[in-house]
């Protein structure tokens, strides 16, 4: 007489199967149950300390299978996977951008440029959806030919709006049929460009601008940027230059300094400040930005004063046209006056001005703004600093700061002092952090080099692509703690800029990340990150999850927004504890990544989660 587990299995398969084949299939699964219920925390796969870690045997090629397998069951079994892939998004919103739907901003009523401002508390994502690469759309060239040529495709830029760009665009650009190409050098930038940079270290009293650093001049907030020429003559100066410009639907100068591979982000402050926070810069930097500087009465040098350094240079460069008579003076007093007028009241010296360009130092002297006058511009009060989207305040932050450090006292080499690292914390703690990203970072090029640093592949039906097909330059660490990623990245000499992002309900390391010189930004993750799509080649993040899991955010957001921000075949890297990979890995195949798990054998539940992002071609 059968069991009734028999009988019920018999019923569910149908009756002609043979009770020896039920008896077997019964027992093997009671096998497997057993031995993967034993060993699963050890059916990862494993990075070692070594340099080398032996990754790619055939063994461990199973195991991992099968621990993803296994890690799928899971996922179904708990619900979490029962969640279907995402569909992808139409056409119109192949550079989509949230927080910028200028059409719903005046609807609602702002106005006076605040409709071009960020306003994700309006924002509607309605249905999920993944945002698609457009027909054309090429993998970016490898560092530095991307620097200097870059597929059309891969912007939003119309022949007219080229076109009209103006006679130096022109000459820095040519358009060809599939490429925009930048005019270089002997691999310098165009040499205009090599000019005005000249000029401007001239005008401070350098000899040439290859003494920029010796200067204390290491980190430029480059204003209205255009599209990114002279960011990428500072880079090959070895400075860091972030371009910071407005949102654009379309010839945007963002898309395009990103897709040249340099620094930059959307960033508008007609209400609001830039997020980041005060004494970051050494040198902000407005060529044609278009701001008027008579209006919300100096608000906007106030925020540029809060993110200078001291001692630190504002650079305005506006060219003006040149009609008979006296009227190109005339319109330099005019351009001129509001900016002469309050500059003096916050401690700012007019140090240079040479055909259209002008050059302002703010005060080193701390002493200087107890001789301003209260009723003009008042200081801001004790501990104000939370630039995080806040309205533009009226006041200057003085220098109560124990980071008021002149920059021309810093240190000549390119790491900080130890003086310097004291302000932030113990230089111990730093150092320790270094040592650790260090190994972290070997072993992650262990483990991705023979996925990500090599040529690609030729894939079936594809015409053979440029060698090599597949790079990483642009890294974005979402949860960058003191910048050790990045700082790895340096002492490694690899071919990248990191995007350092500090969330904004976590410690405030961000000053230490800016005076170190990276490029840097506080984000919510509960919101999206103001870039244009297909920005980044890898993202990396490292306790990020279990950070946001007291948060309000949802994880299906963010992993939306991250494939946004992603070009095809970007790679996301996540460190994190056991569950939070678990729940991360679901997401994932939700937005149609390659993942797998893989343990870091550290002696904890500490696991990383290393996903590429499908060329979807549709």
């Known amino acids: 007489m059968r069991s009734p587990l028999l009988n019920k299995l018999s019923l569910i398969c149908g009756r002609r199967l043979p009770v020896s084949w039920l008896v077997l299939c019964f027992t093997s699964v009671l096998v497997l149950i057993a031995v993967f219920g034993s060993s699963f925390p050890k059916s990862f796969d494993y990075v070692t300390v070594t340099p080398v870690p032996e990754i790619y045997s055939n063994y461990r090629r199973l195991k991992e299978q099968t621990a993803v397998d296994y890690f799928q069951l899971r996922t179904v079994s708990s619900g979490a996977g029962r969640q279907g892939e995402l569909g992808l998004c139409g056409k119109e919103r192949e550079n989509y951008v949230p927080c910028y739907n200028v059409t719903a901003n005046v609807l609602l009523g702002f106005k006076d440029g605040e409709e071009f401002d960020r306003h994700c508390e309006v924002s509607s994502q309605g249905k999920f959806c993944l945002v698609r690469p457009p027909k054309d759309y090429k993998i970016p060239l490898r560092w530095p030919a991307g620097r200097d040529v870059i597929w059309t495709g891969n912007v939003k830029i119309t022949k007219d709006q080229f076109l009209s760009s103006g006679s130096i665009t022109k000459r820095m650009m040519l358009l060809e049929e599939n490429q925009i190409a930048f005019h270089s050098q002997d691999g310098l930038i165009f040499d205009g460009v090599k000019d005005y940079s000249r000029q401007i270290a001239e005008m401070m009293g350098l000899g040439s601008d290859s003494e920029f650093f010796q200067a204390g001049v290491r980190t430029v907030l480059d204003i209205g940027c255009g599209f990114g020429s002279f960011g990428a003559h500072l880079v090959s100066l070895k400075l860091t230059a972030l371009c910071v410009a407005a949102y654009e639907a379309t010839g945007s100068q963002v898309q395009i300094a990103l897709e040249r591979g340099l620094p930059a982000m959307i960033g508008n402050f007609i209400s609001r400040q830039l997020p980041y926070p005060s004494l970051s810069f050494d040198m902000v930097h407005c060529a044609q930005c278009g701001i008027v500087w008579d209006k919300k009465e100096g608000m906007f040098l106030i925020e540029f004063d809060r993110l200078l350094k001291p001692g630190g240079y504002f650079v305005i460069t506006s060219p003006i046209s040149k009609p008979p008579g006296r009227a190109t003076s005339s319109k330099k007093r005019s351009m001129l006056t509001p900016l002469a007028q309050f500059t003096e009241k916050i401690c700012w010296s007019l140090i240079a001005q040479q055909d259209e ?242 343990d870091v054998q550290n002696g904890n539940d500490q696991r990383l989660l290393v996903c590429q992002k499908p060329f979807v071609k549709k």
């Not at 230089?427 to 483990?447: C, G, I, M, R, T």
């Not at 984000?523 to 490292?542: G, I, K, S, V």
């Not at 890995?585 to 149609?592: D, G, M, P, W, Y």
Request: proline share 8%.
């Open 357 to 598: 360009t002008f050059i302002w130092q703010k005060t080193a002297d701390a002493h200087c703004y107890s001789s301003l006058k209260k009723n003009e511009v008042p200081l801001c009060k004790e501990g104000y600093d939370t630039p995080y989207y806040q309205t533009l305040m009226p006041c200057i932050i003085g220098a109560s700061s124990k980071r008021w450090i002149p920059i021309q006292n810093k240190s000549s080499s390119p790491d900080l002092s130890s003086v310097e690292l004291e302000v932030h914390g113990n230089p111990e703690d730093f150092f320790e952090d270094l040592q650790v990203w260090k190994l972290a970072l070997k072993n992650y090029w262990s483990l991705l080099t023979p996925l990500i640093f090599s040529d690609h592949p030729k894939r079936p039906g594809d015409e053979d692509p440029l060698p090599p097909f597949n790079m990483v330059h642009n890294v974005m660490d979402m949860n960058a703690h003191y910048g050790g990623l990045n700082a790895a990245f340096l002492d490694e000499m690899k071919s990248v800029w990191v995007m350092n992002v500090v969330p904004v309900r976590a410690r405030n390391t961000l000053p230490l990340i800016l005076d170190r010189g990276f490029p840097g930004v506080f984000h919510d993750w509960c919101e999206p990150f103001p870039t244009y799509p297909r920005t980044y080649d890898l993202l990396h993040a490292n306790g990020l999850l279990s950070h946001l899991t007291s948060e309000r955010c949802s994880l299906v957001e963010l992993f939306v927004e991250m494939d946004r921000i992603l070009r095809p075949e970007g790679w996301v890297v996540l460190s994190d504890k056991l569950g939070a990979i678990e729940l991360a890995r679901a997401h994932a195949t939700q937005v149609r990544w390659d993942a797998r798990v893989i």
